[in-house]
T-cell receptor, first 114, second 118 residues
């Protein structure tokens, strides 16, 4: 069975500081991994995805994530936080079968202080 | 990617009534859609996979008779919460599955529907 763990339900950074949101996965097969962002009362927007190509993945809004198989991690980073980055972030793993199901982590709330 | 809409965006109903939520794929013919529910400050929990022209596949623990899913066309799936109770109050989100690569599909999410049962 696959699973995703996001370390830290709440992360607070100052505007301009580095953003690091942690995600570790468990999978018996090479995974497909995703990061989504959710603003209040809205659906999810895809930030970036890893689908077994380059291990360093660049996404929208300046975010990037690195797939590290040895650490079973897929941490999300952004060099300089912006106030508009404040939102809920979800890491997810796909089971790679025809079902296409996504298994989500618990989510991390990012707070950006001025 | 696919553009997905949901209607209504929010609904308030009395306990015991039924509520229908629509999920539409506006620019893509979707054979597969997913329905999730999300409690406040929590993650998304998959409820069921909606397959066009066939019965939905429900996740373990989800009551099929309570959460009726109909995927009658390639652009519309509906979720009906029957005999709703306050504990059904939640944020319901649908997604559309689109083939994105040789071996994987990508999901595009609707904006969600906030259901409040009084």
């Amino acid at each position: 069975a696959q699973s995703v763990t996001q370390l830290g339900s709440h992360v607070s950074v100052s505007e301009g500081a580095l953003v690091l949101l942690r995600c570790n996965y468990s999978s018996s097969v090479p995974p497909y991994l995703f990061w989504y962002v959710q603003y209040p009362n809205q659906g999810l927007q895809l930030l970036l995805k890893y689908t077994s190509a380059a291990t360093l993945v660049k996404g929208i809004n300046g975010f990037e994530a690195e797939f590290k198989k040895s650490e079973t991690s897929f941490h999300l980073t952004k060099p300089s936080a912006h106030m508009s980055d404040a939102a809920e972030y979800f890491c997810a793993v796909s089971d790679r079968s025809n079902t296409g199901k996504l298994i989500f982590g618990q989510g991390t709330t990012l707070q950006v202080k001025p | 990617g696919a553009v997905v809409s949901q209607h209504p965006s929010r609904v308030i109903c009395k306990s015991g009534t039924s509520v229908k939520i629509e999920c539409r794929s506006l620019d893509f013919q979707a054979t597969t859609m997913f329905w999730y529910r999300q409690f406040p400050k929590q993650s998304l929990m998959l409820m069921a996979t909606s397959n066009e022209g066939s019965k939905a596949t429900y996740e373990q623990g989800v009551e099929k008779d309570k959460f009726l899913i109909n995927h009658a066309s390639l652009t519309l799936s509906t979720l009906t919460v029957t005999s709703a109770h306050p504990e059904d109050s939640s944020f319901y989100i649908c997604s559309v599955e689109e083939l994105a690569g040789a071996h994987y599909n990508e999901q595009f999410f609707g904006p969600g529907t906030r259901l409040t049962v009084l």
